[in-house]
């Protein structure tokens, strides 16, 4: 018998480095004769910096010294326009480059001190004298400012949707407002940088992508990407914060690099909030239908916030295009300019905002309707691709609806809101579908094999916690026919074979198939020294092929990109989320007792890794529905809970009975391992479940997050709840 690899629900092979802490993480590297830097951030939103006053940091023992843009230039003068691969259109932020301050929060200076007490003590001691220039940070009262952004396509639109919107028997219009919300990894951002006798670097960072750090180092300090070596083989969350190389890094080697000692930057919690969110966004969706509930029209409009030097964009708009079957669509995107650091990915960017406005919206049409949610959805379920035009390569979403409906026990919602009560709890039911894209990226892979059966594969990309160091090795252990405890698979590395940030749900699709097309390369390479043989070789056999052949190593790289067939069609992920809530009617408060997710992500390589991907969007879906929001005091233009006990995520007692479906999907066109990156899709639809769950529950919509007890006591019910 073969032992199970792919599909194997196999514990993560990094599992007990990680809990016996022998995995070292960017701040963990101690070198001899480390210094430490700390970073002083601006107290103002918008103006210029008069004077900096470092007389009393300089005074203080173990100072080394201190950076600011008076002393900065003359070390390092980084070159305009696009900085890294993640970059959005628009001139990059260079931290220390000039006295102008651009948002609350930004790097002025940096003390480097022999000790980080040192340090911090020292920087609170910076004086800085600004001239303040008047500064706005509400998008609220920016709407009106709101352009179309520069560079990325605009979504498409069909059809003519006004009109068959102000045409239909059945319209529905809803506003949504969207607050900022914050990453929040456990690990903080940190680096540690090493420079050798010849001047050569090695940056131990936090990131999702360390070839992407090291062509942003390079381009800055002008090194030749053999000089200067990035590092990250783990990383304590990152969920989109670690895709754009960050300011802790660049001061860290321009630190390393003045002072010719080994350094470290690491980042306050409070600092934490300083460099990029999940953008603040008002959403309009309108739908039209007919009395038997088809679509007839869909129109969704969302104005979203980025920064005065920068155009970040995502797609928010652009699933309510895709989702369902409907001929009039239109959809716009226009965005504001604040006086805020620039708004970055946060898992799922763009979906998880606009299919919560359109899965709600969809929920009042049906309440409208007096139609059953989820005959609904699969009333209008698409079966091609309108917006593109093209065929799905695959699409198992009537099997999420099914599969979802069973396990939660659907059938037996009485679909009049408030008519679930025990006591004074308020029970509700509701459920959203949701989308990502199955994108693929080019990467490539190395695989090496010795003689005595062990199998080292490798790619320059990233575990964020995610899981690709065991699924990796389950792709490559499977295409060799090698046990898992003979493979080995590194990453994290910028000298490693190229591959992507590790981002958009893509690395299985990837540096997977790179993976697998590695390690059939280097099986075909045996199986030609192996003469006479035919077809597949077992790896016994291959190794058999080494001895005889008398080869202590065999390697073989590959490359792989996106064929040609699979642009042909269209590739997404698809969810059905299922949740239910209970609702003090006093007190409004709602817990979130059950939730079923039921997936369709095409193969699953790992099913326990896939579901800890999935329980862990729909925790984020319950943050998002119900705790978190970044508070901003727009007199000073700045987040006002930047730490954990006032930014709410769920905990424990938040989360309780989760129930995860991966349905079957079989794809063999969406690229060569058929499986499509589960890292977002957990987190698209939830929140919309929720609120619909609210909805049921209590007659109360609330279409602004997060639904927190003061704002769903604030909405009067649309019907009576007795
Ligand atoms: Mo994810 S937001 O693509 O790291």
Request: hydrophobic share 40%; charged share 25%; proline share 5%.
């Amino acid at each position: 018998m073969t032992e199970p690899r792919i599909g194997a629900p196999i514990s993560r092979v990094d599992g007990i480095g990680k809990v016996t802490g022998e995995a070292k993480y960017a701040a963990d590297h101690g070198v001899p004769g480390l210094a430490h830097g700390h970073v002083v951030s601006s107290q103002i939103a918008r103006g210029k910096i008069l004077r900096i006053d470092v007389t009393a940091a300089l005074a203080l023992p173990g100072v080394l010294r201190v950076f600011t843009h008076e002393n900065a230039l003359r070390l390092v003068s980084p070159p305009r326009g696009e900085s890294e691969e993640v970059a959005p259109g628009g001139s990059a932020f260079w931290p220390l480059r000039s006295a102008r301050v651009l948002y609350s929060g930004q790097p002025l200076a940096l003390v480097v001190a022999e000790t980080p007490e040192q340090a911090r003590h020292a920087a609170s001691l910076v004086q800085v004298e600004y001239m303040r220039h008047e500064h706005t940070t509400d998008l609220r009262g920016n709407l009106k400012s709101a352009r179309k952004p520069r560079g990325g396509s605009a979504p498409s639109s069909r059809g003519r949707a006004e009109r068959a919107w102000r045409g239909a028997a059945v319209p529905v219009e809803a506003e949504f407002w969207m607050p900022v919300e914050h990453h929040n990894p456990m690990e903080l951002f940190s680096a540690t940088v090493v420079p050798d006798e010849d001047g050569r670097l090695t940056v131990y960072d936090k990131t999702q992508g360390v070839q992407n750090v090291q062509r942003y180092l390079c381009r800055a300090f002008k090194y030749s990407k053999g000089r200067l070596r990035v590092l990250s083989p783990f990383v304590g969350g990152a969920f989109g914060s670690g895709l754009r190389p960050q300011y802790h890094v660049f001061l860290a080697v321009l630190e390393a690099r003045a002072l010719k000692r080994p350094v470290r930057v690491a980042l306050t919690r409070q600092q934490m909030f300083t460099f990029g969110h999940r953008p603040a966004l008002w959403q309009r969706v309108a739908l039209g239908a007919s009395a038997d509930g088809r679509l007839e029209a869909i129109i969704h409009e969302a104005v979203g916030e980025t920064s005065r030097f920068e155009d970040f964009t995502e797609h928010v708009v652009d699933s309510s295009g895709l989702l369902y079957r409907c001929d009039n669509v239109r959809l716009a995107y226009k965005l504001a300019k604040l006086d805020l650091y620039t708004p970055m990915d946060m898992r799922a960017p763009g979906a998880a905002s606009g299919v919560y406005a359109l899965e709600c919206a969809m929920d009042e049409l049906a309440f409208q309707l007096g139609m059953d949610p989820l005959e609904l959805r699969t009333r209008n379920h698409a079966e091609r691709d309108q917006a593109e035009n093209k065929p799905f390569g695959s699409k198992e979403l009537r099997a999420c609806y099914e599969q979802g409906a069973e396990r939660f026990g659907w059938r037996r919602r009485d679909s009049r809101p408030g008519s679930m009560r025990e006591g004074h709890t308020l029970i509700g039911w509701g459920m959203a579908t949701g989308v990502w894209e199955a994108m693929q990226e080019p990467a490539s892979a190395k695989a090496v094999l010795t003689a005595d059966g062990n199998l080292t594969v490798s790619a320059a990309t990233a575990d964020i916690g995610t899981g690709t160091y065991t699924v990796m090795t389950q792709v490559a252990a499977d295409t060799l026919g090698l046990p898992l405890k003979d493979v080995t698979f590194t990453l994290g590395d910028s000298s490693l074979p190229d591959a992507p940030v590790e981002g958009g749900s893509f690395t299985v699709s990837s540096v997977g198939s790179a993976v697998k097309a590695a390690c059939e390369r280097l099986r075909g390479k045996l199986v030609r020294r192996a003469r006479g043989s035919r077809g597949s070789l077992s790896g016994d056999q291959l190794l058999e092929v080494m001895r005889r052949s008398r080869l202590a190593t065999m390697e073989a790289q590959a490359s792989v990109e996106p064929t040609g067939k699979r642009e042909r069609y269209s590739h997404y992920s698809h969810s059905t989320i299922f949740a239910e809530v209970q609702v003090d009617d006093d007190f409004g408060t709602v817990r979130v007792t059950r939730v079923v997710s039921a997936v369709a992500g095409g193969r699953i390589i790992n099913p326990k890794t896939a579901r800890s991907q999935i329980l862990g969007g729909v925790v984020w879906g319950i943050g998002m529905a119900l705790e978190e929001e970044s508070l901003l005091d727009e007199r000073l233009g700045r987040f006002m809970n930047h730490n954990l006990a006032d930014y709410h995520v769920p905990v424990n007692a938040d989360v309780q009975d989760l129930d995860v479906i991966f349905v079957e999907e079989r794809d063999d066109i969406v690229n060569p391992l058929g499986a499509k990156g589960l890292g977002e899709i957990g987190l698209v639809g939830t929140a919309a479940a929720i609120a619909n769950a609210v909805f049921h529950a209590t007659g109360r919509r609330v279409r602004d997050l997060p639904i927190t007890p003061d704002r769903l006591l604030a909405t009067p019910p649309a019907i009576p709840i007795v």
